[in-house]
């Protein structure tokens, strides 16, 4: 049984910073892409980043850049997400992702077969 467990969500101020992590148990871990995605109230699930199997090749959306930061550690079979200078409009429910097949980044929905259950994340103004 593949199971994805986020933490780290919570309630923040605007231009603070959070980690968030997901724990990957019941598959291979260093062997898929990981993404995480988001969902703010009302709105569709949107991709954020990916990282590749090895975690060499990362990937961003343009709300992500040069603010957060993806990154895996293949010996913990742990991914994270370090978020900063984070905004209001950042508020969501983050989810993490592990792809069905492909081993570098991808960031169709479609592409991942795993998630987790989701971290809530809120951004005060």
């Known amino acids: 049984q593949v199971q994805l467990v986020e933490s780290g969500g919570g309630l923040v101020q605007a231009e603070g910073s959070l980690r968030l992590s997901c724990a990957v148990s019941g598959r291979t871990f260093n062997r898929y892409a990981m993404g995480w995605f988001r969902q703010a109230p009302g709105k569709e699930r949107e991709f954020v980043a990916v990282?590749?199997?090895?975690?060499?090749?990362?990937q961003y959306s343009e709300l992500a850049k040069g603010r957060f930061t993806i990154d895996r550690d293949n010996t913990k079979n742990t991914m994270y997400l370090q978020m900063n200078s984070l905004k209001p409009e950042d508020t969501g429910v983050y989810y993490c992702a592990q792809a069905q097949r492909a081993m570098g980044v991808v960031t169709a929905l479609d592409e991942y077969a795993y998630w987790g259950q989701g971290t809530q994340v809120t951004v005060s103004s």
């Open positions: 990282i590749n199997w090895t975690g060499t090749t990362t």
